[in-house]
């Protein structure tokens, strides 16, 4: 058995980085996709939020936070080993945090909150020697007289506003380049349409069972990753291993209007604190728009979630759609204004995976906090909880230095 060959179960942001990875650092990769396309899933439809841990302010000892901030300060320079992505081709606008009418915070302690997080960026920055998306060496967040808000947000509904320094990153964009990159990359074997049934632990090593159409398959390798998010649960029960806290997968819409967006057209804007939504304005790439109460149309706290993506007609989508646009549009008013075409909205949907089993809309809910994610390794066995966008390529360097005996 080839020692340097290795199995990565899914295809999506965070195994296709640890491919590249380990691929230019010898190792034969099987990159294993139950769908027809990598970088298609959730790392290809999310609104791809550097986060800078400001949407984590429930998480009161800011674990989530700093955690948020190291993967973020280490997001552009950790891709960039992989692709060539210049940010300021796929920046969002900056965010604007709104303080929703009903929110599970104040705005003083928001406030409170965001004074921590810049304070931690700082100590981040100079502890790494590294800046945010290789564009801000200092972050900011600032609350805006009520005289500000006007022509931003209708106060009816949002009661305090803030402007920050937070971006997003197209994760199309992101998605595109690493497909090219995987296309030339020839140590790695893309099985595509194939899922994975189950590992076993065989001698000193893996088989992994998998299923390609009505074929079924086993193959043998010394190790595996699996960072399969959808079937990451089922598969790591095939090992015999439970996540350490109860969880949920909920399908949530990442609606995008595919047309170019004027900064002036919308403003991109987060609400919080608690089930609202995002609005995300990626200029020449197009509107990123989801409001939660619509949006979120799906929860399971099986092993594995429904084929969600199969439940939903063209006209059920784009009904989603519809409905959570007319709810951000009362909050936004600048959003009725658009001019767009049916033909030019996708109305697609992700599955979210994380610990806890109580909705956002709960101030006791664990879905507030993201810090128990990254690498869990049994012997030669890794199975990875990539918890949010803004982590994928910190943890695939990571994972990689840990395949490599660099890391523990």
Request: aromatic share 10%; hydrophobic share 35%.
């Amino acid at each position: 058995m080839n020692k340097n060959r290795i199995a990565i179960l899914g295809a999506g942001g965070l195994g296709v980085c640890a491919a590249l990875e380990l691929a230019g650092r010898g190792y034969q990769i099987d990159l294993y996709e139950e769908h027809s396309s990598p970088l298609k899933k959730a790392s290809y439809v999310n609104e791809g939020k550097i986060h800078l841990g400001l949407i984590y302010a429930m998480d009161k000892d800011l674990k989530t936070s700093k955690h948020m901030i190291t993967g973020a300060l280490h997001f552009m320079d950790n891709l960039n080993r992989w692709i060539d992505l210049k940010p300021e081709n796929a920046v969002s606008t900056p965010f604007y945090y709104g303080v929703h009418k009903g929110s599970l915070m104040t705005p003083n302690e928001l406030m409170n909150h965001y004074r921590q997080c810049d304070s931690f960026f700082m100590e981040a920055k100079n502890y790494y020697k590294k800046s945010y998306l290789n564009l801000l060496d200092r972050v900011e967040t600032i609350q805006l007289p009520s005289s500000q808000m006007d022509g931003i947000v209708d106060s009816k509904y949002i009661e305090a506003l803030f402007s920050t320094s937070e971006y997003a990153i197209d994760p199309r964009a992101v998605a595109e380049k690493l497909s090219e990159a995987l296309n030339r990359e020839k140590s790695i074997q893309l099985h595509l349409n194939t899922k994975v049934t189950g590992v076993k632990e065989q001698g000193n090593g893996y088989q992994v069972e998998s299923i390609n159409q009505d074929q079924k398959s086993k193959e043998y390798y010394p190790e595996v990753i699996n960072c399969s998010w959808n079937g990451l649960l089922e598969i790591d029960r095939t090992m015999g291993i439970e996540p350490e806290y109860k969880w949920s997968h909920r399908y949530k819409f990442g609606n995008k209007i595919l047309i170019p967006v004027k900064k002036e057209d919308t403003p991109s804007i987060t609400m919080v604190q608690g089930p609202f939504g995002d609005i995300v304005n990626f200029k020449q790439r197009g509107l990123f728009a989801s409001w939660y109460p619509i949006g979120r149309t799906g929860w399971s706290e099986n092993h594995r979630p429904p084929e969600w993506d199969s439940m939903y007609s063209k006209s059920e989508r784009y009904d989603v759609f519809q409905r959570s646009l007319a709810e951000l549009a009362k909050r936004i008013p600048v959003l009725k204004n658009l001019k767009f075409e049916e033909k030019d909205v996708e109305p697609v949907g992700g599955v979210i995976y994380a610990y806890g089993n109580t909705d956002v809309d709960s101030e006791k809910s664990h879905l507030h906090s993201r810090y128990e994610v990254g690498i869990r390794t049994f012997g030669k066995y890794h199975t990875v909880n990539t918890g949010k966008y803004t982590l994928v390529p910190y943890l695939a360097l990571k994972l990689a230095n840990r395949v490599d005996g660099k890391d523990n």
